[in-house]
């Protein structure tokens, strides 16, 4: 099912929103012009590389000096590919207007990172010892769709389903979130119980998202009186 649009009204324009967008696809976008062996070695500094942290000295022998965490944050604007810089965007689209008109705009810049930076974390927890960066927007995106899930469980997302019939169907957010979350989980036992399985999909961080989404949200949300 690819979501299509939404229908929780927005009462301002998602601003930060849009920004986290245009940052995306403008790195991507500039990466693709570097040479290769440049951009491999901006990956790995800016990508968060779970061996980096547990082995500090396969850290030093790679050349990647100590950041103190920092790709924990920087990660989440790097992407794979177009494919996986696509879904991501559109994800964001869909669903961080609510979140972000009701929380404003800083305060949404604030809830997205942190539920970055938690997903990677949990991530690196269940991999340590993975050699290979991890990258992408996905562990963020999940908070935002678990903010959606609590604060907006009854509208409706339009979905179409491809490949069986050329329709549009309403559904309620807590079905389509409930069983996005449902095949995140299945993926993620799958990878620890298989290895190598889904090894290419930080699924821990897409879970690890939605479970800080969850649990932080009201933190963030702001009052009535609130201007910005």
Not at 144 to 173: D, G, M, S
Not at 185 to 194: D, Q, R
Not at 206 to 228: N, P, V
């Amino acid at each position: 099912m690819i979501p299509i649009r939404d229908t929780a009204p927005c009462f301002a324009r998602p601003v930060m929103t849009w920004a986290i967008m245009v940052v995306c696809t403008v790195i991507f976008v500039s990466m693709q012009f570097l040479p290769d062996a440049l951009g491999y070695k901006l990956v790995n500094l800016f990508g968060m590389v779970p061996i980096r942290y547990s082995n500090p000295n396969w850290a030093q022998d790679f050349g990647l000096p100590p950041d103190y965490g920092f790709s924990f944050i920087s990660n989440l604007f790097l992407h794979n590919d177009w494919l996986h810089l696509m879904f991501n965007m559109w994800f964001l689209w869909i669903f961080g207007d609510n979140i972000e008109d009701r929380m404003g705009r800083w305060r949404f810049l604030a809830f997205y990172l942190t539920c970055g930076a938690l997903a990677t974390l949990l991530q690196w927890y269940f991999d340590p010892v993975l050699a290979i960066p991890v990258i992408g927007a996905s562990g963020a995106i999940a908070g935002v769709l678990a903010a959606y899930f609590c604060l907006y469980p009854l509208e409706r997302v339009i979905v179409w389903i491809p490949f069986i019939y050329p329709i549009l169907l309403p559904i309620p957010a807590i079905a389509f979130l409930g069983l996005w979350v449902i095949l995140q989980l299945h993926n993620a036992t799958e990878a620890v119980l298989f290895t190598g399985v889904g090894a290419n999909v930080a699924w821990w961080a897409h879970l690890g998202g939605f479970i800080c989404g969850c649990l932080l949200y009201r933190a963030f949300l702001r009052s009535e009186k609130t201007i910005i």
